[in-house]
């Protein structure tokens, strides 16, 4: 296991570094029954209604039972991470997009009850805001002898879940609803409106200072004529 999680969080950034860490934290205790694994479901009415928030905490960071299925989607999760945390610059821009996202997805939890983790959702998310930030670079995959573009690749994922397991539309776009609204904030109105509607609230308080200081020093020229 030791080995299994050095491979893991070898060369990730530290962000994804931390994540996968809790992830596999949370994968032991619960083996090992340090947490009572009935803990890890999410519910909105036991989180905002019953006070009990440290579900959020576990559910984010819940992959499922110890299995090697589950350490492969927490290996594909810290990859997948990986590249979409090293295109960030600033790391607190990462950092924040995962808080926004999360906030949408617990919003949505309140009118249907997610099938799997808020992690997974949260990163089924991340994944699709990758593929919409980064579709030029995405080449195609091939299911069934067709070559179906990358960032479609999900929707057929959905497209099942619909029609053979008679899942509901809403429950499904829990999975990809958030990062739409997300890229559609941080690139498609950014780039008809030159406006940065994810500023992280460290570069907001950053614009609000730089405007006071001009401000101040327009006040200051002002009364310098004046004189």
């Not at 619960?30 to 694994?37: F, Q, R, Y």
């Not at 699709?128 to 995959?141: A, I, L, P, V, Y």
């Amino acid at each position: 296991m030791d080995i299994i999680a050095l491979n893991i969080l070898a060369d990730v950034p530290p962000v994804t570094k931390c994540w996968t860490t809790a992830c596999l934290a949370v994968l032991i205790l619960t083996s090992l029954n340090l947490i009572d694994p009935t803990k890890l479901i999410y519910s909105y009415d036991l989180v905002f209604k019953k006070g009990q928030y440290q579900r959020i905490f576990l559910s984010v960071f819940n992959y499922g039972p110890f299995t090697w299925a589950t350490i492969w989607n927490i290996i594909v999760s810290a990859n997948h991470l990986s590249f979409l945390e090293s295109s960030y610059n600033e790391r607190r821009k990462f950092l924040w997009l995962i808080t926004v996202l999360l906030s949408l997805i617990i919003f949505m939890t309140k009118y249907v009850q997610p099938m799997s983790s808020l992690g997974m959702i949260l990163h089924e998310n991340l994944v699709n805001f990758h593929f919409k930030k980064h579709t030029d670079e995405m080449n195609g995959g091939a299911v069934g002898g067709f070559i179906i573009a990358t960032p479609l690749l999900p929707y057929l994922m959905y497209f099942n879940m619909f029609f053979s397991q008679g899942v509901s539309l809403f429950e499904i776009s829990i999975n990809f609803i958030p990062a739409h609204i997300i890229y559609y904030l941080d690139d498609i109105i950014a780039k008809l409106y030159d406006v940065d509607l994810m500023k992280t609230p460290y570069d907001m308080w950053l614009t609000f200072q730089a405007w006071r200081l001009k401000d101040n020093v327009s006040d200051l020229q002002e009364i310098e004529e004046l004189n």
